[in-house]
């Protein structure tokens, strides 16, 4: 795209289309964009770069007509705007094909994948550059995160330096090209942190899983890296096959990277760490969590491993604020601390209570869950579900979103969720919504309560819904 153009987005709220609109414009392309039920923090972040939402999808959202067309993800056949766009025969394309062709000709490119993690992997590997520009420029990262990273305020930079940071998502690119959108991004080296069955919408089983991260794994050239989880069997046969090498991270005492002495003091973490079994550095970070100890020590990993200085590694680690919408604190409101968290799975959900446990000890912790993402949304996770759940004191189901497109025979129901819950002693409930769950949960919440709120959406406008009702029974909150 030599020539500037006008760029249209079907879709551009999805965390990567919004990184991509914002870049495009940052090259002088005129963007326009569409989607539904436009939620923060991606709706705010585009407000802030001036590009407007266009909602609902409309045939006129297209007028003036585009030069170029970019089909997110979650967009199929059937869709007013692309049903345009085909009729009309205006050309399109996917965001994994424009980063592709128009952003790393000539980078070097480096991923992170797996099924847990990534984004905020991503999210230190980027602070970890950033801080080691400081002293050489050649280190300025351009990036492409799915999420917004607190350090910078954003989601995605583009800089004329060579390190090209990227989130590479194992989900399918878009209808016309079902492939995985990390393999248009030809590694030069990459982190994989976990492999586990997820997208039941688009994977049928593990292995298909499973042989999408292998495809990833066997575009990483023999010069590459993989910095590849030690505590999967799955990561490990996923990386069996690398022509590169191969550094494994955690706390097997054979791996690579060796991470010991784990200890979390409230909300900060404390690790020593280990390079092929001499002291790497002794490490800090104002995060919570055994998972993120395992993400910043990948992040660190693949960092050294292109020449950043372990000194940049040890400050940016120690420096950094996390990405919004994992663990974010949203309210602190009559002695009650709301909690906002990305649930997509029931492993993130388990690892979310398990960090929040460590750093809110003594607090008693309810689990607000919102089952939005496709794969949530399944009772192929049902029994894994109650597992993660139990970890809180007492939880709060809302009901499956869009329930009516998944089929009924694989859609989770929330109450033999609850039902099982309450066999183990846990309380549980279910609500109808967002609305419902703030008139529940209210009435029974103490000062000293952590709401963990879990979702991969919106959940009905509930982030300020919660604070705002409890703020309004303060009186009664401190008379508990």
Same mark, same amino acid.
């Given at each position: 795209?030599?020539?500037?153009?006008?760029?249209?987005?079907?879709?551009?709220?999805?965390?990567?289309?919004?990184?991509?609109?914002?870049?495009?414009?940052?090259? #002088?392309?005129?963007?326009?964009?569409? *989607?539904?039920?436009?939620?923060?923090?991606?709706?705010?972040?585009?407000?802030?770069?001036?590009?407007?939402?266009?909602?609902?999808?409309?045939?006129?959202?297209?007028?003036?007509?585009?030069?170029?067309?970019?089909?997110?993800?979650?967009?199929?056949?059937?869709?007013?705007?692309?049903?345009?766009?085909?009729? &009309?025969?205006?050309?399109?394309?996917?965001?994994?094909?424009?980063?592709?062709?128009?952003?790393?000709?000539?980078?070097?490119?480096?991923? /992170?994948?797996?099924?847990?993690?990534?984004?905020?992997?991503?999210?230190?590997?980027?602070?970890?550059?950033?801080?080691? @520009?400081?002293?050489?420029?050649?280190? %300025?990262?351009?990036?492409?995160?799915?999420?917004?990273?607190?350090?910078?305020?954003?989601?995605?930079?583009?800089?004329?330096?060579?390190?090209?940071?990227?989130?590479?998502?194992?989900?399918?690119?878009?209808?016309?090209?079902? #492939?995985?959108?990390?393999?248009?991004?030809?590694?030069?080296?990459?982190?994989?942190?976990?492999?586990?069955? *997820?997208?039941?919408?688009?994977?049928?089983?593990?292995?298909?899983?499973?042989?999408?991260?292998?495809? $990833?794994?066997?575009?990483?050239?023999?010069?590459?890296?993989?910095?590849?989880? *030690?505590?999967?069997?799955?990561?490990?046969?996923?990386?069996?096959?690398?022509?590169?090498?191969?550094?494994?991270?955690?706390?097997?005492?054979?791996?690579?990277?060796?991470?010991?002495?784990?200890?979390?003091?409230?909300?900060?973490?404390?690790?020593?760490?280990?390079?092929?079994?001499?002291?790497?550095?002794?490490?800090?970070?104002?995060?919570?969590?055994?998972?993120? =100890?395992?993400? =910043?020590?990948?992040?660190?990993?693949?960092? %050294?491993? &292109?020449?950043?200085? /372990?000194?940049?590694?040890?400050?940016?680690?120690? @420096?950094?604020?996390?990405?919004?919408?994992?663990?974010?604190?949203?309210?602190?409101?009559? #002695?009650?601390?709301?909690?906002?968290?990305?649930?997509?799975?029931?492993?993130?959900?388990?690892?979310?209570?398990?960090?929040?446990?460590?750093?809110?000890?003594?607090?008693?912790?309810?689990?607000?869950?919102?089952?939005?993402?496709?794969?949530?949304?399944?009772?192929?996770?049902?029994?894994?579900?109650?597992?993660?759940?139990? $970890?809180?004191?007492?939880?709060?189901?809302? =009901?499956?979103?869009?329930?009516?497109?998944?089929?009924?025979?694989?859609?989770?129901?929330?109450?033999?969720?609850?039902?099982?819950?309450?066999?183990?002693?846990? @309380?549980?409930?279910?609500? =109808?919504?967002?609305?419902?769950?703030?008139?529940?949960?209210?009435?029974?919440?103490?000062? #000293?309560?952590? /709401?963990?709120?879990?979702?991969?959406?919106?959940?009905?406008?509930?982030?300020?819904?919660?604070?705002? %009702?409890?703020?309004?029974? &303060?009186?009664?909150?401190?008379?508990?």
């Amino acid at each position: 795209m030599r020539t500037l153009k006008h760029i249209h987005l079907i879709g551009i709220c999805g965390t990567a289309m919004a990184s991509l609109a914002g870049m495009l414009q940052e090259q #002088g392309h005129r963007v326009t964009g569409s *989607d539904t039920a436009a939620y923060p923090p991606m709706s705010e972040m585009l407000s802030g770069l001036g590009i407007a939402i266009h909602e609902p999808y409309a045939e006129a959202n297209l007028e003036p007509r585009p030069d170029l067309v970019i089909v997110g993800n979650a967009i199929s056949r059937g869709n007013v705007e692309l049903e345009y766009v085909l009729d &009309q025969r205006i050309p399109f394309t996917s965001m994994a094909a424009v980063l592709h062709d128009e952003f790393l000709p000539g980078r070097e490119s480096l991923v /992170v994948a797996g099924t847990h993690g990534k984004t905020t992997t991503t999210s230190m590997l980027a602070w970890i550059y950033e801080v080691a @520009s400081r002293t050489d420029a050649r280190f %300025a990262p351009s990036f492409l995160i799915g999420g917004v990273a607190e350090n910078f305020g954003t989601s995605f930079r583009v800089r004329a330096t060579k390190p090209f940071l990227l989130e590479g998502d194992e989900y399918d690119t878009a209808f016309f090209d079902k #492939g995985p959108k990390f393999l248009h991004y030809f590694p030069d080296a990459a982190i994989l942190t976990h492999v586990e069955f *997820d997208h039941a919408d688009i994977y049928p089983d593990l292995a298909a899983v499973k042989t999408a991260f292998k495809r $990833l794994v066997n575009l990483i050239p023999r010069r590459g890296r993989l910095v590849a989880f *030690d505590g999967s069997e799955n990561v490990s046969e996923c990386a069996a096959k690398a022509f590169c090498a191969v550094e494994r991270y955690g706390f097997a005492a054979e791996s690579f990277w060796r991470v010991s002495g784990l200890r979390h003091e409230g909300a900060v973490s404390y690790w020593r760490l280990d390079r092929d079994g001499q002291h790497f550095a002794d490490l800090e970070m104002p995060m919570a969590g055994e998972h993120n =100890a395992l993400n =910043a020590t990948a992040a660190a990993a693949l960092a %050294a491993g &292109q020449g950043v200085p /372990v000194e940049a590694i040890v400050v940016a680690l120690a @420096s950094f604020r996390s990405v919004k919408r994992r663990l974010e604190v949203r309210a602190e409101v009559g #002695g009650v601390t709301v909690i906002d968290d990305f649930a997509h799975h029931p492993t993130a959900i388990r690892e979310t209570l398990r960090a929040l446990r460590s750093a809110y000890l003594g607090r008693r912790l309810w689990a607000v869950l919102e089952p939005r993402s496709n794969t949530l949304r399944r009772n192929v996770f049902e029994a894994d579900l109650v597992e993660s759940l139990a $970890l809180a004191d007492r939880t709060l189901l809302a =009901a499956v979103f869009k329930s009516e497109s998944i089929p009924a025979a694989e859609r989770l129901h929330p109450e033999h969720v609850a039902e099982a819950l309450v066999q183990r002693g846990v @309380s549980s409930a279910v609500c =109808a919504d967002a609305d419902e769950v703030v008139r529940v949960l209210v009435p029974q919440l103490l000062a #000293g309560d952590v /709401v963990a709120i879990l979702s991969n959406g919106g959940f009905g406008g509930i982030y300020t819904k919660l604070p705002a %009702a409890i703020e309004a029974a &303060q009186d009664v909150l401190s008379a508990r």
